[in-house]
């Protein structure tokens, strides 16, 4: 046996697996929107392209006079290497957010007819002739009349979803340089290595798998670990699904929702039902309490449709820290009557002593002791007036004036067990 057949069949063993494993792994993390879904029909092509190598490499290790089973192996590649070329291109489309065109029946079909036409030609007998005048098992083919326009068309498909990737990222991407080289791993190096296979007519050692691992992973990278090109990988439904907040569409006139997200259906079944009773009492908000909760409803008419897009907001949880809130203020009110009683009443101490350098120690710890008082005093205002103007903010306020009031309190104590021990 040939030393780098043996090598090729290493290799490209070792990728079909792992790249098996790659594909279920993202299957596991599918998401309904077209950029995953391409993406991943994109990985599949790749995986069926080299497929197709490996069993080139069988025939050629196990089966070397089995001629029938070279052809189907050397034609089978073009199922994957060619629609590989347009799954690249509506990832792409669907990437850089030209979804009309993407999605265009018209478009598809045009695009699609590269594989469909190719692959017909090589698993034709009848038109095999026109793509390949000779396919033997051997290191050279002779090629027919169609094969360089097919491969031109290809390329060409290939090349245009390059060309939308680079004005892409050039127009989006803040690491262009770097983001630049690694979208352009992927079609540059295999078309590359096709071309060379082509032209030279030789076919040693196979390129496929590294080439593949090294672009797929750049991709992937890339858009979905990453996140480099500001790639939002969520549906607009699965972001309105995932929101706490309860969601929904209307319909007036059947008096029935269209549409519910996860958190209305759910936690908040009871209140978007008592809401639906009352929709029609305000046109564009309400504001009350539904099922025990304190809720703001926005109310959306929906263009060219007798629906209305409900939105409602949980204000309960705001409403309770506004009662701590409140209740902190009068604590710490009477924390300053209290510390202005003990204030006088230390003065009424000093007074008695008789060393006026004591009286003057002292009264510097006090004076201190006030300073440092006044200014928790002066920060817990601040935060209780941020508090008032932001009331979802409320919390954080409320737990960082609990904090200042133990410290200023820890410190007045301290202070007066000093003062008394002295």
């Known amino acids: 046996m040939e030393l780098y057949r043996i090598v090729n069949f290493i290799i490209q063993s070792a990728y079909l697996i792992m790249h098996f494993l790659f594909i279920m792994a993202l299957y596991r993390r599918r998401q309904s929107t077209p950029v ?85 030609l090589v698993f ?17 083919v002779a090629h027919g009349a169609l094969f360089l326009p097919c491969l031109l068309w290809s390329f060409l498909l290939l090349l245009a979803g390059y060309i939308v990737s680079i004005r892409f990222v050039i127009g ?23 071309l060379v296979r082509s032209i030279s007519g030789v076919d040693r050692f196979d390129y496929t798998p590294v080439v593949m691992t090294v672009c797929v992973a750049s991709l992937y990278q890339i858009i979905f670990k990453h996140h480099y090109v500001n790639i939002v990988s969520l549906s607009i439904r699965e972001v309105i699904e995932q929101t706490e907040h ?18 209305a259906a759910g936690a908040y079944e009871g209140a978007m039902r ?29 263009t060219g449709s007798a629906s ?36 006088r009443n230390i003065d009424a101490y000093l007074d008695t002593l008789p060393d006026p350098e004591e009286i003057r120690r002292r009264r510097e710890l006090i004076e201190a002791t006030h300073g440092m008082a006044d ?35 820890a410190a007045i104590r301290s202070a007066v067990a000093r003062l008394r021990g002295e």
Not at 55 to 66: Q, S
Request: hydrophobic letters at 45%; charged letters at 20%.
């Open 246 to 263: 309860p969601i929904g569409i209307y319909d007036l006139p059947a008096g029935k929702w269209r549409y519910v997200n996860r958190a």
């Open 172 to 194: 989006t991407a803040h690491d262009r340089l770097r983001q630049l080289v690694m979208f352009s791993l992927f079609p540059l190096l295999p078309v590359a290595a096709i």
């Open 124 to 140: 034709t007998n009848q038109w095999h002739h026109l793509f390949y005048t000779k396919l033997d098992m051997g290191e050279r």
């Open 36 to 120: 995953w879904f391409w993406f991943f029909s994109f990985c599949i092509a790749l995986w069926v392209w080299v497929s197709g190598r490996f069993m080139e490499t069988i025939v050629y290790l196990f089966f070397p006079a089995n001629n029938t089973f070279y052809q189907f192996a050397a034609n089978y590649q073009y199922i994957g290497d060619t629609t590989a070329g347009v799954f690249y291109l509506l990832w792409v489309l669907y990437l850089s957010g030209r979804d009309r065109l993407a999605s265009s029946g018209w478009f598809r079909a045009f695009v699609f007819a590269s594989p469909v036409i190719t692959c017909g």
């Open 274 to 302: 008592q809401i639906s009773v009352r929709i029609s009492e305000a046109p564009d908000s309400l504001e009350d309490d539904f099922d025990g909760r304190h809720m703001a409803v926005d109310i959306m008419p929906l």
């Open 375 to 409: 200014d928790v005093f002066r920060r817990v205002q601040k935060n209780l007036e941020t508090a008032g103007r932001d009331p979802e903010d409320a919390g954080r306020a409320l737990q960082e004036n609990l904090d200042l009031t133990r410290e200023g309190i």
């Open 308 to 343: 209305v897009l409900i939105t409602a907001t949980d204000m309960s949880g705001i409403y309770r820290e506004q009662a701590e809130l409140d209740g902190q203020i009068c604590m710490l009110e009477e924390l300053r009557r209290e510390l202005n009683e003990a204030r």
